[in-house]
């Protein structure tokens, strides 16, 4: 049987109320860090199931994780934050570490790029630095580097493989095997966990990443806001003597430092 216009009509508004409360539920829950089911059905005026439904989309997409009683979007020693997240966290202090990283870039180098929101924040400042080569998995750096191509002699070079939707990056095999496939000048990398003597990430699969990473790069450096600092996650991903380098924010753990400067390992504060 043919649908009516006039309940067409209806199912097309219902269907943009709906995208217009799964965008604003996303936004709370990236605010608050995380919510429970009745809390958001309170908030919006509907009912649970409609808010499950809701957040069942939500997480399909990426943007939310559901766990037994709530939603959220912060990261736990299981799963990272998701990109939406990440990219409104921290945003000063990632900032700060960026412009003291980009201090380190000289022209004519090759640099590696990983996926993170940290790293993300270089970006900009990189076409103050060309000529440069630039390799990264990150989608979302690619787009950016792509952009200040039209302007400064930049030669990216994008490492493919299967598209992870979370971190908006390229993984697996295949971009394992390009990426050591190149010799890099510097590796700029953040990671979501770092206690007083090791990095830690809570996916196997961006970790044998990040490992690769190191690898094949001449001098290492690990980008690292404080909130980040003084926490564990479900994989080890290297000691951090593997770094040449640590830059965190003023916020740092003092007790972490401390240990660092016991272990003698390296390490910058960007003010």
């Not at 990236?30 to 089911?37: A, I, K, L």
């Not at 912060?74 to 202090?93: I, P, W």
């Not at 994989?235 to 007790?255: E, Q, S, Y």
């Amino acid at each position: 049987m043919t649908e009516s216009p006039a309940a067409e009509r209806g199912r097309t508004v219902r269907g943009r109320k709906a995208d217009v409360r799964q965008t604003q539920i996303a936004d709370l829950v990236m605010t608050r860090g995380s919510c429970s089911p009745q809390e958001l059905a309170t908030e919006f005026g509907v009912s649970l199931m409609t808010v499950h439904r809701d957040l069942e989309v939500l997480e399909r997409r990426g943007i939310v994780r559901r766990f037994h009683g709530g939603v959220t979007a912060q990261a736990s020693g299981v799963f990272e934050a998701q990109l939406s997240h990440r990219l409104q966290a921290k945003v000063d202090e990632k900032t700060a570490i960026a412009r003291a990283a980009l201090d380190l870039v000289d022209p004519g180098m090759s640099l590696l790029l990983d996926d993170s929101t940290t790293v993300r924040q270089m970006i900009p400042g990189l076409q103050d630095k060309a000529p440069l080569h630039v390799a990264t998995m990150f989608l979302e750096g690619l787009r950016m580097l792509s952009q200040i191509a039209t302007r400064a002699e930049l030669t990216i070079i994008g490492l493919g493989g299967v598209y992870n939707a979370s971190h908006d990056c390229f993984v697996g095999l295949q971009c394992i095997e390009q990426i050591r496939s190149i010799r890099a000048d510097a590796v700029f990398l953040s990671t979501s966990a770092v206690s007083s003597g090791d990095a830690f990430h809570q996916e196997e699969r961006i970790v044998e990443l990040k490992r690769q990473m190191l690898d094949v790069a001449t001098f290492r450096c690990l980008l690292v806001d404080s909130s980040k600092l003084g926490r564990v996650a479900l994989h080890r991903v290297v000691p951090l003597d593997a770094f040449d380098l640590i830059i965190t924010d003023a916020g740092a753990n003092p007790a972490v430092l401390q240990a660092w400067d016991t272990a003698g390992i390296a390490y910058q504060i960007a003010t």
